[in-house]
């Protein structure tokens, strides 16, 4: 027995340094192997990240150059850049006006904690966003509304909003915009300046050079509530104006021209529907119906509303990412 020990405890001491070579021969291949797990992972880690910072950028841009003043673009594209990944940089945002878009191309060293065994001590990560703009031409608007265009010319002085002055916005049974609608103020007889909405909604879905029935509610249309208008003031919310109507009664109809931006922050449309006293002016009839605001410039981000270059620029613009 203590012979046979003996003969094992030489032969593990003789290989122990053959064990040695061995581990020697693994360890590179095994930090390989975690430099592809740990490091790689973290560049895509990294892209994500970076990705998320350019996408930021680009609408950040787009929506400035949306509003008709691009600005510092390199500027505006780094600020969101360092917010959302401290360590890129951005370049200089590339514009193009066939379609309008611009595109913003981030970047930053992603350095590696395994890799440099490896001889690779860090990867360039970059990441590049495209953000489309235009002029609304297909939505769902929010409120079952529409407003003449030459109103909204005379309003604008034939251009495009640009300030916050308080406006009252007649409906066309009221509107006094006599070189619009003749001495009557009426533009579609039994007309109230009302749509009909969407089945069991108080929504209007529509595009332009669309016929939109005319509702011939004389507060609001069915489906709506002073909810339904309550829940819009102080907000901006896009609105189709009409440039042709015809027919009359429940036969009326508005043609969509464009979209407008207003800011709503009142309505009256009777005695009894209003978002406040003399909401159309001081002493003013319970017949009159209006809505008060302005048109503004304004940049709709959501996928409710679809964008045409062919559609007629009113100082709104949809945004799309599009990379």
Known sequence: MQRLTARLRHRIEGERGATAVVFAL????????????????????????????????????????????????????????????????????????????????GSTPQEHWFAPVLGHESTAVTATATVGWGAPSRGTAVLPLIFSWCSFSAQTAGGLPSSTTARTIFFSKSDDTSTCFGPSGNEVPGGFGFVQP????????????????????????????????????????????????????????YRVYGYAAFHLTGYAFNGSTNSGKDVCGPKTPSSVRCVTGYYTRFVELSDAWDYSPDAPQLGSSILRLIR
């Open 198 to 253: 969407d089945s069991g909604t108080c929504h209007a879905t529509h595009s332009i050079e669309q016929k939109l029935a005319s509702d011939t509610g004389v507060s609001m249309p069915n489906g709506c509530s002073d909810a339904d208008f309550d829940k819009w003031l102080g907000q901006t919310v896009l609105l189709p104006l009409f440039d042709a109507s015809g027919g009359t009664g429940t036969g009326a109809w």
């Open 26 to 105: 693994l360890l590179v291949p095994m930090l390989g192997f975690a430099a592809i797990a740990v490091d790689v992972g973290a560049l895509y880690a990294e892209k994500a990240r970076l990705q998320v910072a350019a996408d930021a950028a680009a609408i950040a841009v787009a929506q400035d150059c949306s509003r008709g003043n691009c600005g510092d673009m390199l500027a505006t594209a780094q600020a969101l850049i360092t917010a959302n990944d401290g360590e890129g940089s951005a370049a200089y945002p590339v514009l193009s006006s066939d379609p309008l878009s611009v595109t913003v191309t």
